[in-house]
């Protein structure tokens, strides 16, 4: 069964390879079709590989499966191949299903756009190359999805991209994400040197030969990679201007799968962060910072899916301060749980924006949940799941973060404590001036729009969705090792790195009816301050709204700075010193090439005169050597 | 009176198969030509010809089988190894005689030179740069040189209604008979000194004896050189290679410039590591002098070239430096590096010169750098594929050129070479420019610029035979950069087996 395994990332390529040559001769619908036929298939062979892999006992599950040498330079060996185990199953089956949900809902929602089959010839190569991050089995394939995610990513932000704003966002993800890259880039180079190799197994073996401060120095590096893949500090501007990508792919890849890919980076390199703690320390704060300040922003955005974006961006501090902490396991129960809901309130969004006619701004919105039942009713769910009402999934995932986050430092638990309450304050917000309170769009008169649930195909992946959001909470109970299905299925993989967490069943208690307490309480001031009330411009500073200005900060520091010192080199140091050096040395090389092709007379005695002259030449030097 | 008895050697057929099927086959076609009332036309003979080239490839498939299970052996008097080098000489040699037909199939007919003279005379010099790699005689070697080298003058004067195919012909005919001649004169010292024209028994006599006044040998060596260099047209024994293939016929120079430069270097290789090592010392920095002249030589007059084939020639010059990085390493994988290239080279030129002939025959005839403007908009696929081969040698990633460049350079480096490496990589930037410029030149705006001369506009149709030609070289260049490591096992193997 186990050999099968290939055919996970296989499938998506396929779908790739016949789309992207004939897409839009097959065209609209069927190659939205094609498509998520390609990832579902994917995701059924996932599923019984995981059953197989389930299936076998604990400490050998693991199953690496090596195509072929991809190259080999001295003593370092590349393979091109997979690496079957829990951690990177657990990945695959909810980018293949979440997936395949989207899919389907994209075929509804791009239904009237004219690049249709082009829109699937990217979320194909994004499924295959996010599955390659995952399955690669060494640092070089996962790089390589992660760099193959990161143009579809660029691809599909700017997908609509005769808009201005949407080019320019998807420039502004790929700069971010370069910064990154070259922090991955560095920690690949320093591992090569230290290693001599890139396969995780082998890395894992070796890591006596890293110093402690190497191990620090590949940790923190990795993580810049992970930073600006997963927007956190400093690096998360990028993710609320993604936005202007489609619907879809907001809740595919800016939510539920590519965003998590420095989450799952981290899990996989445990066993190198376990050996530098000091690197955890640091990024345990940074994801701390990270949840805190985007849920202050998330709390005064008016766009329906930036407050979704700052919320994704919160949501992954919590998974970096539960890495930071050395609460893998956690980290990967939230990773999926949000997968869940946070893919569940985008496809909602999208489903509200399709009804509004593209409207965005949810001070227009108002008493949706009358026209629109089932997408409010999924979308409650969904907030209740992330703002962690029992017995809702975000509320086991988030308080399984909290309750390591004490361990380490009660600090980190206070950030991330009272950030659980701004988040279930600001999704209150949301949903109640999107779905209740007064209606605030025309339903007469020539601007009139008549919003309502939309088909089949968008509907079925909500409730699939929210079922999810609502039991996911059921793959990791806290109540003994029995419950806890995920942290012994990741056991073999993130087993000896993780934190020693010892709380007894009296502080698991307090901890449960804390994490409620909180949830609640963010519900209840939301339900407070906006049920009926449009405008509070005091909860909605210039401050937060602006992202505590980090982007104009940024923009102000070092982007305008660039720009002027690009300026500066474009009209001053290229013409007249890069340029003149060039064009100088090029005069130089043509003129003495002009000279040179002056003695190809086209004569042959003359030719016949350069070769006796050289063999001249050649043979006194040869005799000098003799000794003669 | 003494009787004496002329000895013949037992022959072993098997062994010298692959190049019997190319002269076999050579002379049923020429048997054939001389029974037929009428001609065929020349699809048909390139058709023949792709079939013998096939027939070839497979035997020599079947040598390399032998030779992987049971080791190299020797043949014919100890003339001829069958080893890993020689196999490796037989499979690309028969594949360049599967692939060139079908650029030269359309143009000759075009061109009105009929018949099967050329298709003859490629099969006559496949067979001779055959035995330059397997020769382990220098007595061979010489003549697998003119069994290679006359069909080449022929080949380059074949389109008798153009002059400057003749004077092309002549060029190359003088010149190389000059640097035959001088080539003898080299193989007759080496006799002087060792008293054997057997590679392997100079190589054992050198390696046993201390030869007190070596100036003989060492008279001999530097001819052996000189012959060579000219042959794989190195820096300064290169100036007929521009005027030959500018003057030759369009559709055949890409085979020319790869048979004489895989034939040359076979041979190249094979008698400089496995008879003269203990010379290197000797010899090496002549080869280091003669590279670092082809790799900057090569690039920076290819600069000032606003003809295209002769752009392609002068940076054949640069790719031949690059290949002889591979013998100044001295080492195995020195060697495989400089094989790697070569099979890279072979397909990309031949693919680069068979494009080139087509878009000169769709300007009528003029492969001036103006003829490719515009090229991108007027038949895009085609620009596709040729700017797929102006970056293979440039040395673009994912493709075999970028491979073949890193393999003699880090060839090269781990040999302490640092020098000659740094020469290569800032010649490579130089090259680069050249060749991007004709990249630059078929995608850029064509309508506004050339008012005078404007190149017809319509699409230029190819035939199938030159698509299939062009994508076989694709083929050949893009899989095997991506997924170098059969070539390179094969390429080592290649060494590894060498005797």
Redesign the interface.
Known sequence: MLHFAFLIPLFPLVGFAILAPVGKRIGNPAAGWIATAMVFASFIVTIIVLAKVASMPADSRLYVQNWFTWFSSGSLSIGAGIQVDPLSLTMASFITGIGSMIHLYSIGYMEHDEAFPKFFVYLNLFVFSMLMLVLGENLLITFLGWEGVGVCSYFLIAFWFTRDSAASAGKKAMIYNRIGDAGFLLALFLLIERTHSLTFTTIFSRLSSLSKGELIAVSLLLFVGAAGKSAQLPLFPWLADAMEGPTPVSALIHAATMVTAGVYLMCRVSPILHLAPDAGHVIAWIGAATAFIAATTGCAQTDIKKVLAYSTVSQLGYMFLAVGCGAYDAAVFLMLTHAFYKALLFLGSGSVIHAMHEEQDIKKMGALCKVMPLTSLTFFIGWLSIAGVPPFSGFWAKGDVLSNAWVVSPALWAVGALTAILTAYYMGRQYLLVFLGERRWKSEGSEAIHPHDAGWKMSAPLIVLSVLATFGGLLNLPFGSKLAFLDSWLAPVVGASLLHNTDSTAQLWFFGVADGVFALAGVAIAYSLWRNVVDRSVLEPRFLYMAWFIDSAIDRLIARPSTALAAFSATVVEPRVIDAAVNGVAGAFRLSGQRLRRIQTGYVRSYALVIVSALVLIVAYFMVRSGL | MLATTIILPTINYTAILPELIMLGGMLVLLGLVAVIPRDFSTKTYAGLTQVIGTASLVSSLVLWHDVAAHGAFQAVAQAVDVDGFSVFFLVLVSAILIVAPAFAADYLHDEGIEGAEYFILALIAGAGAMLMGAANDLILVFLALEILSIPLYVIAGLNARRATSGEAS??YF??GA??SA?FVYGIALTYGATGSTNLADIAAFLSRNVIA???T???G???L??GFA?KIAAV??H??S??VYEGSPDGVVGFMAAIAKVGGFAAFLRVFVSALPTLSS??E??VWVLCALSLI?GA?????QRNIKRMLAYSSINHAGFILMGLIALSSRGVASSLYYLFAYSFIVLASFGIVTVVAKANSGSAEIDAFRGLGRRSPVLAVFFAIFLLAQAGAPFTTGFLAKFYVV?AAVAAHSYAIAVIAMLSAA?AV?FYLRVVLVMFSGSETEDAVGTPEQHPIVLSRWVWSGIMACAAATVIFGI???PLINFARAATLLFR
């Open positions: 002549m060029k003088l010149l000059f640097s001088i006044t070596p100036g040998l060492y008279a060596a530097a001819l050189l000189v000219f300064p024994f100036m007929w521009p005027d000797i010899w920095p002549v030589a920076v007059i290819a600069l000032s880090s130089v420019f997924y170098p490591l």
